[in-house]
């Protein structure tokens, strides 16, 4: 499934990469944090959803995307 599939990725990606920290989109999907912090991963956070608008708040999303520290790998 998904999952296990994920979790393959961050396993390899890991392997690749061992110092990155990884960035996922808030909201994400529940299991992401999980399955990147399970390979071993530094997980955080940069703003995807504006629920105002109901869409993706571009100006927010960039703003954290600007802050991220370089090397991070950051999960679409």
Same mark, same amino acid.
């Given at each position: 499934g998904g999952s +296990? $599939? /994920?979790? %393959? +990725?961050a396993? /390899?990606?890991h392997k690749l990469?061992?110092?990155a920290t990884i960035a996922i989109s808030n909201p994400?999907? =529940?299991n992401h944090r $999980?399955?990147?912090g399970a390979a071993g991963? =530094? %997980?955080v956070e940069y703003s995807y959803f504006d629920p105002a608008t109901h869409g993706? !708040?571009? !100006?927010s999303m960039l703003a954290?995307? $600007?802050? /991220?520290q370089p090397g991070t790998v950051v999960l679409l």
């Open positions: +296990g $599939a /994920l979790r %393959v +990725g396993d /390899l990606l990469l061992p110092h994400s999907w =529940e $999980a399955v990147f991963f =530094e %997980v993706v !708040d571009f !100006d954290d995307l $600007a802050k /991220l």
